[in-house]
């Protein structure tokens, strides 16, 4: 297939478990994010973004894919994505871009790139089945994996973390990346993914962040933990994350929401010097940065941590357009999710250029934010979902954001209504009134022409069973791990004797310096 080179370069910065509700731009006055807030401000912000699932590998999946994780089979952290279905790198590399990720994608299986032309890190996360939830014994704890209090109860300043050392990997290698596009003579546009694993638990941060706050309010949580709670979703997390094993004091919830902090200022800081690496190599006008999270964290409120639910701290994720020389500033108030990006890359990558748009080889459940962001008003489709089909439940759970109405729907449990204008903390469930039953018999309408919820349980069950079983398998005898190993050649890197030294001392130096040449006589 042939394309036409542009220069169009992408940039996605991702974060793990980044709440919208912790960030200064979306209203967090107590954070210190100066340059997500920059970003925000000078391009295009999605006020109600959500993420397609409120678990890590799901939501991630509906990101790379543009499909529901009901669709893709994205059910669980232990999921399997098949090779042969496409991502936006598939569609980008179709479209002449050169597509990179450093960091955490938590692929599931033997491919670790998915369209991905260089990975330049191992994942931080398990590439193996070994995570996976059974919904036969509801019941069990699975202490090898599952969350718990420690988090919460140890919060605090760390000089060094697993996380952390990740991270400064992650850092470094998308720093690496966009210099050494700048100074290619590859002339395809870049696609680079920078997927971080902070603010994620555990609450660590390091001295200089956590000093950021030093006499700063830090709130307790807006709703505390309630004597019993409001719903059995609610209720069931609580023993996912054996919120009982411990007893929390409120100074220990300060510390714990101080840490989040702090390492929320970690990704900004991590945000601002790859935006400077751009301007640095002249790439910051053209270049279209986005910036997102899987999901967020609940951090406390209803007493509940980290994330699975369809509450808006879990729920509700940043999502910030910025490219100066296509996008005008402005604030988007249209529901947006995850699966909306892929349409929106393959619309950037098109518009202004000469570029063959690739027709969805497969049905796509995201719309295009493209036109949402150039002000050409809505875009069809005024609702936006997202599903739950992972841990802490035994029967699919649906979200349905529609206007200033949430709509949560889960077979085994009674239907939530909430009314987020004037109950942003989702204290009252109106699905229960007279005046309210046409709007929920709208929903539940909607719930039904989503999916079929039984004949999604079974499968979903028939799944987990498949990847519990081909697990035990190949736990048995030698092992042969799926985890990603990058790739180096010593032999092409630096300086080496088979180089011209002196041409490849000046293609590997960005801005090029004058030609050189020699008095002859």
């Not at 098109?350 to 008003?377: A, M, Y």
């Not at 109405?405 to 077979?411: P, R």
């Amino acid at each position: 297939m042939s394309m036409q080179q542009h220069s169009s370069n992408i940039l996605i910065i991702m974060a793990d478990q980044l709440s919208a509700k912790a960030l200064g731009c979306y209203g967090n006055q107590e954070v210190l994010t100066p340059n997500l807030d920059r970003l925000a401000e000078q391009g295009v912000m999605f006020r109600n973004a959500y993420t397609s699932s409120p678990l890590c590998t799901p939501a991630r999946y509906a990101f790379m894919t543009g499909q529901n994780v009901s669709r893709c089979r994205g059910y669980d952290n232990a999921s399997y994505l098949p090779s042969t279905m496409p991502t936006f790198a598939h569609y980008l590399r179709l479209m002449g871009y050169r597509t990179c990720l450093s960091g955490k994608m938590h692929f599931v299986g033997p491919d670790q790139l998915h369209g991905f032309e260089e990975r330049l890190t191992t994942d931080i996360y398990p590439a193996d089945f070994g995570w996976v939830p059974d919904w036969t014994r509801p019941d069990e704890r699975i202490d090898l994996w599952y969350h718990n209090m420690s988090s919460v109860v140890q919060a605090g300043v760390a000089a060094i973390t697993n996380q952390l050392a990740y991270d400064e990997e992650v850092g470094s290698q998308a720093l690496r990346a966009i210099y050494d596009h700048a100074r290619s003579e590859d002339g395809r546009p870049l696609c680079l993914v920078a997927s971080f694993i902070h603010p994620h638990d555990p609450y660590a941060t390091r001295q200089r962040y956590w000093d950021l706050y030093e006499g700063r309010e830090i709130s307790l949580p807006d709703v505390p933990r309630p004597d019993s709670q409001p719903d059995p979703h609610n209720a069931r997390l609580e023993h996912v994350i054996d919120i009982d094993a411990v007893s929390v004091t409120d100074r220990q919830v300060c510390a714990a929401r101080r840490a989040y902090y702090g390492n929320v200022s970690y990704v900004d800081e991590w945000t601002g010097r790859l935006l400077d690496a751009l301007r640095e190599c002249g790439l910051g006008d053209n270049t279209l940065v986005i910036v997102t999270s899987d999901h967020g964290d609940m951090l406390g409120e209803y007493g509940l941590w980290y994330k699975m639910t369809f509450r808006e701290w879990s729920c509700r994720i940043p999502m910030l357009f910025h490219c100066p020389s296509r996008l005008p500033p402005r604030v988007v108030d249209q529901p947006a999710a995850l699966v909306d990006i892929l349409p929106s890359l393959v619309d950037f990558a098109c518009d202004g250029n000469q570029v063959l748009k690739p027709d969805p080889i497969v049905p796509l459940d995201g719309k295009s934010l493209w036109p949402l962001g150039r002000g050409e008003g809505a875009v069809d489709g005024d609702a936006v979902v997202s599903e739950y089909l992972a841990e802490g439940t035994v029967a699919p759970m649906l979200m349905i954001r529609k206007g200033h109405h949430k709509f949560i729907s889960c077979a085994t449990d009674p239907d939530q209504l909430y009314d987020l204008s004037r109950d942003a903390n989702e204290e009252h469930n109106m699905a229960g009134e007279a005046d309210c039953a046409r709007l929920v018999e709208d929903f539940n309408a909607l719930v039904q022409q989503h999916w079929d919820s039984d004949a999604l349980r079974s499968e979903v069950i028939a799944d987990q069973a498949r990847r519990r079983w081909v697990h035990d398998a190949l736990r048995t005898g030698r092992f042969h791990g799926w985890d990603y190993d990058p790739a180096e050649d010593p032999g092409q890197m630096y300086t080496r004797s088979h180089m011209d030294l002196t041409r490849h001392d000046i293609v590997s130096r960005y801005p090029r310096p004058e030609p050189f040449s020699t008095l002859k006589a």
